[in-house]
């Protein structure tokens, strides 16, 4: 098969779809891998690390898109890259189709087979392809909400950790999956006095038995949210379901109970944000303001960190990538149900039902 490596355009997009040891375990197989030039420059990894491997180097994105049967990327294609993609080619990368009907209805106009990463579902439901994402993505979120918590950039002035004789921040995190978990986590370990929400109770079970004592599981509900928002000082939106919308779990209204300079980081912003005041940010302009509340929502928070980030999504995305590779996408589908709920739009049918919901469009229940 021919595999494509673009470069990733959309802002500050700093990961890549495949590392070069990713493109060795293809080429050995005797596939052809052609890499955009600089493709990997900002994760660290030069032409001559991919032409080691066995990659061929293309100029432009154009070029890549055009030799390709199978594009591996990282986030989902913006607008310019609409038409670059042809009928029957895989795009196998993050999608987050319900947040966009814009994509959604490009993807379906392409006719292409649309694998996501985020909806390869194990049989015990758990998502291989979303976690190391969501494990970068949640450490972040405190690394972050420390940072905006400073006073210069309109936070309350609080140091997370507090210091001997100054009590520490209060930190609130919707979810307890995997975001919620790491970034409990994280703000355990720097001191801070930790209350994270779930309506799942074998996932407050664990968190309550792995966790230090400065931090408490509590049953999520409208009731307790309000109670909480109203005293903490970062507040971490983590809440997922599985290739739909995230709900709104703080509505504006919230906003005037809580304290000047209090911080809001919502993970959950690519399946539309679990806070109502949510709108997508970047990492050139991260953050903005509503009623004195400081709101940051960047769609791609582990393309800040890329070095670490593409590696962890390598790990976990290759197995994926040589399966499509040596069986082709139907027979690779078929022999592995993971991957299979992974397709969620082929040659322009929704083949996932929360998507055709989520936008009120014809859902193709089979192939």
Known sequence: MRIGVPIEIKNNENRVGMTPSGVFELTKRNHSVYVQKNAGYNSGFLDVDYVGAGATILDTIEEVYEVAEMIVKVKEPIEQE???????QVVFTYFHFASSETLTNAMIKSKSICI???TVEDADGTLPLLIPMSEVAGRMSVQQGAKYLEKPIMGRGILLG????VPPAKVLILGAGVVGYQAAKMAAGLGASVHILDINMKALRYVSDSMPNNVVSEFS???NIRK???DSDLIIGGVLIKGAKAPKL???DML???RPGTVMVDVAVDQGGCFETTRPTTHQDPTYIIDDVVHYSVANMPGAVPYTSTMALTNVTLPYVIKLANEGWEKACENNPSLAKGLNIVKGDIVYKEIAEAFDLEFAETL
């Open 221 to 223: 509900s409208e009731y």
């Open 116 to 118: 996501a990463y985020e």
């Open 250 to 252: 703080i509505t504006k």
């Open 228 to 230: 909480h928002i109203v």
């Open 82 to 88: 609409y038409t670059f993609i042809k009928p029957n």
């Open 256 to 258: 005037k109970d809580m």
């Open 162 to 165: 507090g210091v001997p004789g």
